[in-house]
């Protein structure tokens, strides 16, 4: 007799604002804007984030390479 397959639960995963999937947002940087909680890949994509939201969100702003 076969065992019935159970699927092991799936973390959710979020996007982060560089365009990333992340499972565990808790290990990342946030900020909250206009009332959504954003996530990024790295502190320093977030620190130049908080510089100017807008054009980095729109992609016109270059992402840092280098980590904070």
Excluded: W
């Excluded at 807008?54 to 702003?61: E, H, I, R, T």
């Amino acid at each position: 007799m076969t065992q019935p397959v159970t699927a092991t639960p799936q973390l959710p995963e979020y996007k982060t604002v560089c365009g990333g999937v992340i499972k565990d947002p808790e290990n990342y940087p946030s900020a909250i804007y206009h009332g959504e909680r954003l996530y990024f890949c790295t502190r320093a994509c977030l620190r130049v984030f908080d510089q100017d939201p807008d054009p980095f969100l729109a992609g016109d702003v270059e992402h840092p390479i280098e980590e904070d």
